[in-house]
């Protein structure tokens, strides 16, 4: 049985992908103290833990997390108790740990006490970065109202609804005082929220603007959920450095992505899983209808990104009981951008994105978060996916899966 406290170990006989090269690595890695002390031709010291032949990869990264996401949508997920959301989000956060998800990025909800939480090792988990909730305006996709509710809303765990430049402003500033890592905005309509097309961009090009400077002087980013290709140009233009789903984009959009030095992070997974299992988690006639709109679009939104130079990251976006397919994401962004891609996605990509290069790689100086997978993921993919196959989860250079 392996040591799960060991702060010295070797994984020996592995072929190592380090997060960006095509060409693996034989030979063994060193871990120490939580980091990576050398690769290749070294000699075991420690702990040995003897990888089989099968490929080590770097610890997994999903940048479209949602942890508070207890729910399809609604009032159920905005404004149930935030206690019940954090002991549902901590299992969500360990489920993601087990299937190699070392880090992820909380894209709306999130908040320092789950993180301090994360921090001081109250239960498992990915290390855990989040946004707080999202930013949307009035009638917006992160406004939960149906249009004929008559009730106030402001706030939720995942969402807020600011309207003004002025307010923008203050929100943002305080997100960064609560420990926020970057700033999510809605920026176009979505499949769960209920009164908002999904095409028409969303706020001003001012509100963009004061959102994106306030991020900036705090050496951080903006990420934005946008879909069409008006929501897309009308973000990147005025700022914003990540796009959020991105599934109806065209060539031209993705080439204005491209020059402005945009990432795409696509969430295939929601889509696939609110069609085949949204209907009977009760997901609304509406948001079902807004599903099928873009359902098929995403992977043609990651080839047309791809094709114009754009660098791809990998997300999930699944709430309530969809969480379980985040593998699936995984199988469907290799059916059209393959292992190799889909790998640098999920990890020096998303690295990227995170602005970490403790992250997603393997090499000297890394974080020793490291999967040992059951098989060779270049010789057939699945290794990758199927959540049947055994892998080895090592966080900090620890076994914690």
Known sequence: MLNTDTQLSTITNA???????????????????????????????????????????PGLIDAHFHAYAVGLGG????????????????????????RGFT??????????????????????????????????????????REEDLDVCFSHGHMCSVIDGVD??????????????????????????????????PQYSAAEIQAVVEEASRRNSYVAAHAYSPEAIKHSVENGVRTIEHGNLMDQQTAELMARYGSYLVPTLAAYDAMNRRG???????????????????????????????????????????????????????????????????MTSVNAEILQDSRIGRIGAGAHADVVILDGNPFEGDAALWDESRPRIVIQAGRVVA
């Open 15 to 57: 072929l190592i992908f380090d997060g960006s090269s095509p060409e693996l690595i034989e030979g063994s890695m060193v871990m120490r103290g939580g980091v990576i002390e050398a690769v290749g031709d070294v000699a075991p010291v420690g702990e040995v833990i003897d990888a089989g032949g099968k490929v080590v990869v």
């Open 75 to 98: 009032f159920e997920v905005e404004r149930g108790p935030l206690s019940y959301a954090a002991l549902v989000g901590a299992q969500r956060l360990g489920s993601a740990l087990k």
């Open 103 to 144: 880090t992820v990025r909380d894209v709306a909800g999130g908040d320092i006490g789950l993180a301090k939480a994360v921090r001081g090792g109250v239960f498992k988990s990915p290390r855990y970065l989040f946004t707080g909730p999202a930013m949307s305006q009035t009638g917006g996709h992160g406004d939960p």
């Open 167 to 200: 307010d923008l402003r203050k929100a943002v500033r305080d997100r960064f005082r609560t420990g926020s890592h970057a700033i999510k905005i809605m920026t176009s309509g979505g499949v769960v929220s209920l009164t908002d097309p999904i095409r028409v």
């Open 279 to 345: 209907k009977a988690l009760g997901l609304h006639a509406i948001s079902q209808a807004k599903n099928a709109e873009v359902l098929t679009a995403g992977k043609t939104a990651i080839e047309l990104a791809l094709a114009a130079g754009v660098k791809v990251g990998f997300g999930s976006d699944l709430m309530g009981e969809l969480e379980n397919d985040q593998l699936v994401g995984v199988r469907l962004q290799t059916e059209v951008a393959g292992a190799f891609e889909t790998l640098r996605s």
